[in-house]
């Protein structure tokens, strides 16, 4: 690389990656063959509107590309677009399905389905932000809740756990347009059947954003979310293990809708360089390493979380059935904040994020948790052993 500051930072950043342990639940590492499909020529290309009809000359095989990452899309999820979906329930009927793949990150993604579904004023039905829920799922900071109004919903007192009954007055009552389940800070399987049963009984389309699980879906360690929901978004490069981007799945009788809702609603040219990366982790996904690699990332988040509730910390929920743990450093005084263990933590290398837990009594800005996970030390080989150290690690220096 000519660039010499550029090739610097880049060589830096490469360094500390390498040097910390990566507790970030959002994050991972990608493959080389990921990488290179980024760094590759096809940047160069716009390529307004999607395969067979585009603005630009010169997309033959852009078209390719994308129609590929589209096959693999479905394929990964078990989907289809030619079957029609009949009865829900049935392992067999996940026909019907298409996939919108040019979305550049979840938020859009996220904005884009609204924008097809939801009439502006609308109401969305989202889990709250400090209960686990994300800014785009109608929070008032983001646009989703300026254009939208957003019911909130959160997880129940005493088990920190969605409560189905309680989420259904609230559907009943309110009557959204649209549900959304799939967080960021929830570590508990979700019940997706019963989130069906929720939007029917209120006749609200569902809305599953997978950003966080995906990878785990694909595992096989994961419940689909494709039996019942009429939309599943998801960013690719969680514990999908790809590029920064996004993933629009949905029925095919809204196909056309989110496409438009995507371009020309909400984007330009799409950016084919990122679509082959994810095409690539898309194939990687299918792969039985990666069944491995997801049922270890399970495994090894549940060695951690055991090991620090050995150690004395609070476990939101009691556990995790996930990649994510959600601790609870401050013990209503007895530990310490989330920010002061998050940078307690970075100055030993571990890297974590603070989070607000459920019913926090301090400012997010220095709430009373953090978050951990386990995708990206997975993907560098940690098995539980390992997990049990970095739990000693993580006690120690909280306690310190
Ligand atoms: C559940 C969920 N949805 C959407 C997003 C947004 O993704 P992005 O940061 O790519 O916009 C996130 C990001 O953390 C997320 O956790």
């Known amino acids: 690389m000519r660039d010499k500051e550029i090739k610097k930072l880049i060589e830096k950043e490469t360094k500390r990656q390498k040097s910390v342990i990566n507790l970030i639940a959002s994050e991972n590492y990608v493959s080389d063959d990921v990488l290179k499909a980024l760094g590759s020529p096809l940047t160069n290309k716009y390529a307004e509107g999607y395969p067979g009809r585009r603005y630009y000359g010169g997309n033959v095989v852009i ?3 994308e129609r590929l990452c589209q096959k693999r899309a479905l394929e990964l999820f078990g989907l289809s677009s030619d079957e029609p979906v009949s009865t829900r329930g049935d392992s067999s009927t996940r026909g019907g399905w298409y996939v919108n793949v040019q979305a550049l990150s979840g938020s859009p993604a996220n904005f884009a389905v609204y924008m097809a579904l939801v009439p502006l004023g609308g109401k969305i ?45 609230i559907a009943k009552r309110e009557k959204p347009n649209l549900i959304v389940a799939g967080f960021t800070a929830y570590p508990r399987i979700i019940d ?31 419940p689909s979310p494709f039996l019942y929901a009429d939309v599943v978004t ?14 629009i799945f949905c029925k095919n009788e809204f196909a056309e809708k989110i496409d438009r809702a995507v371009f020309p609603g ?8 990122t679509i082959a990366a994810a095409a690539v982790a898309l194939k990687e996904a299918m792969s039985p390493a990666f069944k491995k690699y997801a049922k270890q990332v399970v495994k ?56 607000t837990i459920p019913f926090d ?27 049990v150290k970095i739990a000693e690690k993580i006690d120690k220096v909280l306690r310190a």
């Not at 998801?234 to 993933?247: Q, S």
């Not at 530990?335 to 307690?344: D, T």
């Not at 400012?363 to 390992?386: F, V, W």
């Open 234 to 247: 998801t960013t690719t490069h969680k514990t999908l293990r790809g590029p920064r981007h996004a993933l």
């Open 63 to 65: 078209d390719e590309v």
């Open 266 to 273: 909400l984007q330009g040219g799409p950016h084919e360089n």
């Open 125 to 169: 039905m989202g889990m709250k932000l400090s209960h686990g829920g994300h800014l785009t799922h109608g929070h008032s900071v983001s646009a989703t809740g300026k254009l939208w109004k957003q019911i909130p919903y959160g997880v129940d007192t005493a088990t920190e756990t969605l409560n189905y009954d309680a989420l259904k007055e």
């Open 300 to 355: 090894n988040a549940k060695v951690l979380a055991e090991e620090l509730q050995k150690r004395g910390w609070r476990i939101i929920s009691g556990g995790t059935d996930s990649h994510l743990i959600l601790v609870d450093t401050w013990m209503d005084g007895k530990g310490i904040g989330g920010k002061e263990a998050s940078e307690w933590l970075e100055k030993e290398g571990i890297i974590v994020n603070m989070n």
């Open 361 to 387: 009594t301090r400012k997010p800005t220095d709430p009373s948790g953090i978050r951990l996970g386990t995708a990206a030390e997975t993907t560098r080989g940690k098995k539980e052993k390992d997990m």
């Open 192 to 222: 997706f059947k019963k989130f069906r049963e929720i939007a029917d009984s209120c006749g609200a389309y569902l809305m599953i954003d997978m950003s966080h699980f995906a990878g785990l879906v694909a595992g096989g360690v994961y």
